[in-house]
C-alpha cells in the first residue's frame, strides 16, 4: 500500500515538475522562425523591407492635437509583421483635461514615454497598493502586466506619449466598460459597489457601447 501511495505521488511531483516552466512563461511564444509571413502573403513578396515597415502612426505623431483623448495602435491586428515578435506600439494623444480610463492590458506590460507635455500616472498592484507618479516631457513609467492603472492630463496644454508593449497583442480591458457596459446583473454590481440600483442604471447608460445598426 506504501509503495502505491509513493508511486501516485511520485506521478504527482513529475507532472508539477513539467507543468511549472509553462506556468512562468511571461510573454508571447516563441516562434521557431526569423517571422511570420501571412497566409495570404506569398513569401517571395515579402523581399524588400515593405512587410517590415509600418506607416501608421505618422498622422498620430505629426498631427495638431485631437479634441478627445485618443489612441493610435500598432499591434498585430495594424502590423502583420509583428506576429510572433512580442512586441507592438501605440501612440497616444491628451487633450488638456483628459484621461485614458482605468484599464488592463491582460497579456503585456507597458513601458509609457512622455514626448510632450506632462502626465500623472499610477496603477494599483494586487495587494491593492497604489503607485502614482506626475511625469514631464522624457520621462518613462512602467505598468506591470495585468495591473489596473491610466493616464491623465491635468494640465492646461495637450500631452503626447509613446506606450510599448511586451507582446504583439497585449490585449485591452477597460475597468467602466467591463464592469458597467456588459450586461451584468443590476443588482449584483449595486451590491458590489454598496449602492442602489437607479445609481448602477445611470453609470450603465453613460457607458455602455452604442450598439452599431
Known amino acids: 500500500m506504501a509503495a ?7 506521478l504527482v511531483f513529475a507532472l508539477l515538475a513539467l507543468s511549472a516552466p509553462l506556468a512562468v512563461v511571461a510573454g508571447d511564444p516563441d516562434i521557431l522562425t526569423d517571422y511570420i509571413v501571412p497566409l495570404s502573403l506569398i513569401p ?5 523591407g515593405a512587410f517590415f515597415t509600418y506607416t501608421g502612426l505618422r498622422a498620430a505623431v ?35 483635461g483628459s484621461v485614458n480610463p482605468v484599464h488592463t492590458h491582460p497579456r503585456a506590460s507597458e513601458l509609457l514615454l512622455v ?16 503607485f502614482a507618479q ?9 505598468f506591470p502586466k495585468g495591473t489596473v492603472h491610466w493616464q491623465c492630463n491635468k494640465g492646461n496644454q495637450p500631452a503626447r506619449a509613446l506606450s510599448a508593449f511586451g507582446s504583439a497583442a497585449a490585449g485591452l480591458v477597460s ?11 443590476d443588482t449584483v454590481l449595486a451590491k458590489s459597489f454598496k449602492t442602489d440600483v437607479d445609481t448602477v ?13
Open 175 to 185: 475597468v467602466p466598460v467591463t464592469v458597467f457596459g456588459t450586461g451584468i446583473d
Open 62 to 96: 505629426t498631427s495638431p492635437a485631437p479634441a478627445n483623448f485618443t489612441v493610435t495602435k500598432a499591434s498585430m491586428a495594424e502590423f502583420p509583421a509583428l506576429n510572433g515578435q512580442s512586441v507592438s506600439f501605440a501612440a497616444l494623444s491628451y487633450p488638456p
Open 4 to 10: 502505491a501511495t509513493n508511486g501516485v505521488l511520485s
Open 134 to 142: 506626475d511625469l514631464a516631457t522624457g520621462d518613462m513609467f512602467v
Open 44 to 48: 517571395g513578396n515579402t523581399t524588400g
Open 115 to 130: 514626448v510632450d507635455g506632462a502626465l500623472s500616472v499610477g496603477f494599483v498592484d494586487t495587494a491593492g497598493k497604489l
Open 201 to 213: 442604471q445611470k453609470l450603465k447608460a453613460a457607458l455602455t457601447p452604442t450598439k452599431k445598426p
